[in-house]
């Protein structure tokens, strides 16, 4: 059991021991153990983009990924540990590379929406309660999520949106299954 995971085991604990009519034990450790891996990102990434001299940017692309990845879905690892070291790895990369929206940007944009348009939402069946007829709701959201930097050409969001579509692939599932079969992750 890894540290979110013990924290989150006190938690639900402590929870129940406080307020009895709480959700079950698991269902309490499983949201904790959520929350504070999504905190442990977040801190990562501030952390190292303040030290950096990059943290408007690792705001602007927390909060980009993290909208794109609530209405399209994505890849999910099955260790609390691993989803943390990869999504900061992950996010600290889009951060700190630069390129030219018009050159590259602008290309990532336009597969970002096809990859998108085809594929989202992608893996929501596991981890989301909405209805299944919603989604052509969420890829259409998706779409216009993407579609907003035609307007601002922004490169730190083209490769947000770029990675955060490249996890609705079949591909990246089978990457992320044959790293979890190996024990990876």
């Not at 924290?7 to 307020?19: E, F, G, M, P």
């Not at 709480?22 to 030290?51: P, Q, W």
């Not at 209805?131 to 930097?149: A, C, E, G, T």
Request: with cysteine.
């Amino acid at each position: 059991m890894n540290i979110s995971e013990s924290a989150a085991d006190y938690l639900a604990k402590a929870i129940r021991r406080h307020h009895p009519e709480a959700a079950s034990e698991e269902v309490l450790k499983y949201a904790l153990i959520i929350v504070l891996n999504t905190l442990a990102t977040i801190f990562t990434v501030l952390l190292v983009c303040a030290f950096t001299g990059h943290f408007i940017q690792g705001v602007t692309v927390l909060f980009a990924f993290a909208l794109l990845r609530y209405f399209s879905g994505g890849v999910h690892l099955n260790s609390s540990v691993s989803c943390t070291i990869v999504s900061s790895a992950v996010l600290l990369f889009i951060i700190h590379i630069d390129f030219d929206y018009w050159y590259s940007g602008f290309v990532l944009d336009l597969l970002s929406i096809v990859i998108t348009g085809l594929m989202a939402p992608s893996g929501m069946e596991k981890v989301s309660r909405i209805d299944p007829k919603y989604y052509p709701v969420l890829k259409i959201v998706s779409i216009l999520i993407i579609s907003s930097n035609l307007l601002f050409h922004s490169s730190l969001l083209s490769a947000a949106f770029f990675i955060q579509a490249l996890s609705l692939t079949k591909p990246a599932h089978r990457l992320v299954h044959l790293l979890e079969r190996r024990g990876y992750t």
